[in-house]
């Protein structure tokens, strides 16, 4: 699935996260490891801002995962590097795999899709 095609990763994490770069370089390493290559990442905090500590584990939409905001960054992004798949370190849902591929224009997975393969 991965062979050969460029990768951005992707993570929505809590502001209490301090291990948020060691997951996604565990995560850059799968994808290395099925033959990707990693050309971005982007990352979303929750709870950063005020009153934003008490939603820190929810995701900030249910189509996107992340803002409106970042999931436009994450389009241009994709579109400016000719990505081939996103891969979230996130879990997610057949509906936001959908919604976030029509955005992006390309194949959005999870990294859970990897585990195993």
């Known amino acids: 699935m991965l062979a050969g095609a460029d990768v951005l990763l992707v993570g929505l994490f809590s502001a209490n996260d301090k291990e948020f770069v060691a997951k996604l370089d565990v995560l850059a390493a799968l994808v ?39 999931a436009d960054e994450i389009a241009r992004a994709c579109r400016a590097a000719q990505v081939g798949i996103v891969v979230f ?28 393969r």
């Open 32 to 70: 290395n490891v099925h033959g990707g290559r990693v050309v971005g990442r982007h990352v979303q905090r929750r709870g950063v801002s005020r009153g934003g500590a008490a939603r820190m584990t929810e995701s900030f939409s249910r189509r996107t995962l992340v803002s409106a905001g970042k």
């Open 89 to 116: 370190v996130n879990p997610l849902t057949t509906y936001q795999r959908a919604v976030l591929g029509d955005m992006f224009g390309c194949l959005v997975i999870s990294g859970e899709d990897l585990v195993g």
